[in-house]
């Protein structure tokens, strides 16, 4: 069998109460980073007696293989990430396709989600929600991907480096508007965790490296937000959305109209 397992995005005292049971009974443990893993163990009391296995996005591909043979020999195999759940923006959903497509038992150990945490701290609306990950590198699809994203009426979560936060901002002002309220949530669950609420222009201003204080209180100049960084974007307001397709429609029908009256004067 195969089980993911969800681990803290903070705290090893979050861990679920099944995780530390599966790490002790593990035939084979794949982790996005066998260092973390081991420290995890230690922190949860646990005997490692699993073999341990590097299973991160450049070797996933190749090392699917190699599980999916394991777990065909009988081998129950737990896949971890370094936080939080596998497969989500982690490594993990080749694996379980493969897997899957071999008739091999899939389950999961539920665990915290950084996603999820985000969301529900955040103070948005919550009934409709899009996660979209890490957002593309390149400016052209940025730009694009926000474009789309700047009329959707859900909630929309994304992960951030601390590095492009405040680009990411300036870039979602700019599509999302001025106005748009959003949420940043920085090393939930940690010792250090922040949640800084806003519009996208105010938390653009927060976030950027040159003011003359960043959020830690140190001089603008050696950087800017630090740590894990979700980002939580309310979604364009329904009435909004309602109004536009409404005018869009009407201006449809305006066309069609105006269409319809010039094929009428230049006759057959």
Request: proline fraction near 6%.
């Amino acid at each position: 069998m195969l089980t993911l397992a969800g681990v803290p995005i903070g705290r090893p005292e979050d861990a679920p109460a099944r995780l530390a049971a599966e790490l002790a009974s593990a035939d084979v443990i794949a982790a996005e980073d066998t260092r973390r893993v081991r420290r995890l163990a230690t922190a949860l009391d646990v005997r490692l007696t699993a073999r341990l296995v590097s299973y991160y996005d450049e070797v996933e591909a190749r090392r699917a293989a190699e599980l999916v043979n394991e777990l065909r020999a009988g081998r129950n195999v737990l896949l971890v990430t370094d936080a939080g759940m596998p497969a989500i923006s982690d490594p993990g959903y080749r694996l379980v396709a493969a897997a899957a497509a071999a008739g091999i038992r899939v389950t999961a150990v539920p665990g915290p989600s950084a996603v999820v945490t985000a969301l529900a701290v955040s103070g948005l609306p919550t009934d409709r929600f899009c996660f979209e990950g890490f957002p593309p590198r390149k400016p052209g699809e940025r730009e694009r991907r926000f474009a789309e994203l700047a009329a959707d009426t859900r909630t929309q979560v994304f992960f951030e480096s601390p590095r492009r936060l405040a680009a990411t901002l300036q870039e979602l002002r700019r599509s999302h508007g001025d106005d748009r309220a959003a949420v940043v949530c920085r090393e939930l669950t940690k010792v250090h965790e922040e949640i800084r609420r806003g519009t996208l222009a105010e938390l653009a201003e927060w976030a950027d490296p040159a003011n003359p204080v960043h959020p830690a209180g140190a001089p603008g100049a050696s950087g800017g937000v630090r740590g894990e960084i979700t980002l939580v974007v309310a979604g364009l307001d329904r009435a909004v959305a309602r109004a536009a397709a409404r005018d869009a429609a009407r201006e449809a029908r305006r066309a069609a109209r105006w269409d319809a009256r010039a094929v009428d004067r230049s006759g057959p």
